[in-house]
Structure formats: structure tokens, C-alpha cells
Antibody, heavy 121, light 111 residues
Framework: QVQLQQWGAGLLKPLETLSLTCGVY????????WTWIRQSPEKGLEWIGD???????SYNPSLRSRLMISVHTSRTQFSLRLSAMTAADTAVYYC???????????????WGQGTLVTVSS | QSVLAQPPSMSGAPGQRVTISCTGS?????????VHWYQQLPGTAPKLLIY???NRPSGVPDRFAGSKSGTSASLAITGLQADDEADYYC???????????FGGGTKLTVL
């Protein structure tokens, strides 16, 4: 049974960079791709982007200029970096496994436990 | 304003059937993209409930059923139980936004 566990700083000042990592335990890493999603009361659930085990990425166009997702295959981990954070980026950030079918989009599951990220001066 | 429209709240008595709608447009559901559904219990991460419009992951009871037609999709829950009280979200792909999109969520209350 695959489990995802995520970690990273939860309190940032404006313009700082968010850095989160997600570890994948108990499952095949290379057979799937891996995604980040965030949830806030204002915007609801928002897809951030995803990455294959080989490092190919797909980003939400609205975040692309500030976003980097990377993969560490040997450690079965993947990471998120989102720069120039503002209060509008305050949300619970989740990592999840993405399973693609014949038709887009991939479905997401299981999910990590979530990290509350607050941006405040 | 979410790309996929869901009713903000619904309710039903134990044993009843409820149907949650997810209304999209020609740039998402209407273009033939799959719809997935998630259940989020209070204080927890979302959990995949239905994938590929109609399929249930292992462990999801057959009281949950998904369907899709045209620019909309639906999640039907039959034999409503107290622990079905949760938020439910639909997800699809939008070719204008070039990424996955979610509905705003429906809070289901079991009376």
C-alpha cells in the first residue's frame, strides 16, 4: 500500500520561496507520475503541476513563472518550489500520485497528509 | 468561481439517495475528458472515489456511482450513511486552461 508523506516549512514571509518535499513509500515510483495540488477557502482545489519519474513536467500556466517541480528517483521523492510567495498563495498544499488513463486528466490518489502554508509578514 | 459548477450543499436522510451534479462546458467535460470524484472527510486529505467517469477504486462501496453526459457529470450516493457526510469534488481537464480543474465542492449533510 503506497503512502505519501510530505514535509517543509509552513510559515513564510512575502516574496520568500516555498519548498516542500514528498516521499513515496511502499509502491512503485516509476510506474506513475506525481503531482502537487493546493486547497484554499478562496480558490478551492487548484492543480499546481506534475512530474514523471523521468523528470518531465507539466505546470499550471498561472503558476509556471514561479514554479519548479523536481524528482529524486533514487530516493523516491519529489519536490515543489514556488517563488515570490504572497498572501494569495496561503493554502494547504498536497502531494499525490497521478494515474493516467487513456483520456485526460489523470486521477489523483493517494494523497499526502497536507501542509498548511501561511504567507504573512 | 470554479470552472466546474457544483451545488455548494446538499442533504439527505439516512438510507436515501442523493445525486451531486458537476456542470462544465465545451472546453472541459464536453470535450470528452474524463471526470473523477473525490471525497474529503473533515480534517483529512481528499480521497479518490470515482475515476474515469464510472469506475470505483478498490474498497469504495458500490453505493457510490458516477455518470457523465454531454457537458455534465453526476455522483449518485445510495443508501446514505452518517459517515458519508463529507465534501465531494469533481475534477476534469480544461483545454483552454491547459490543466486539471476542480469543482467548487459540495458539502453533503446526512440529516
Amino acid at each position: 500500500q503506497v503512502q505519501l508523506q510530505q514535509w517543509g516549512a509552513g510559515l513564510l514571509k512575502p516574496l520568500e520561496t516555498l519548498s516542500l518535499t514528498c516521499g513515496v513509500y511502499g509502491g512503485l515510483f516509476s510506474d506513475y507520475y506525481w503531482t502537487w495540488i493546493r486547497q484554499s477557502p478562496e480558490k478551492g482545489l487548484e492543480w499546481i503541476g506534475d512530474i514523471t519519474h523521468g523528470g518531465s513536467t507539466s505546470y499550471n500556466p498561472s503558476l509556471r513563472s514561479r514554479l519548479m517541480i523536481s524528482v529524486h528517483t533514487s530516493r523516491t521523492q519529489f519536490s515543489l518550489r514556488l517563488s515570490a510567495m504572497t498572501a494569495a498563495d496561503t493554502a494547504v498544499y498536497y502531494c499525490a500520485r497521478a494515474t493516467g488513463g487513456v483520456v485526460l486528466p489523470a486521477s489523483f490518489g493517494p494523497w499526502g497528509q497536507g501542509t498548511l502554508v501561511t504567507v504573512s509578514s | 468561481q470554479s470552472v466546474l459548477a457544483q451545488p455548494p450543499s446538499m442533504s439527505g436522510a439516512p438510507g436515501q439517495r442523493v445525486t451531486i451534479s458537476c456542470t462544465g462546458s465545451s472546453s472541459n467535460i464536453g470535450s470528452g475528458y474524463d471526470v473523477h470524484w473525490y471525497q474529503q472527510l473533515p480534517g483529512t486529505a481528499p480521497k479518490l472515489l470515482i475515476y474515469g467517469n464510472v469506475n470505483r477504486p478498490s474498497g469504495v462501496p458500490d453505493r457510490f456511482a458516477g455518470s457523465k453526459s454531454g457537458t455534465s457529470a453526476s455522483l449518485a450516493i445510495t443508501g446514505l450513511q452518517a459517515d458519508d457526510e463529507a465534501d465531494y469534488y469533481c475534477q476534469s481537464y480544461d483545454n483552454s486552461l491547459r490543466g486539471s480543474v476542480f469543482g467548487g465542492g459540495t458539502k453533503l449533510t446526512v440529516l
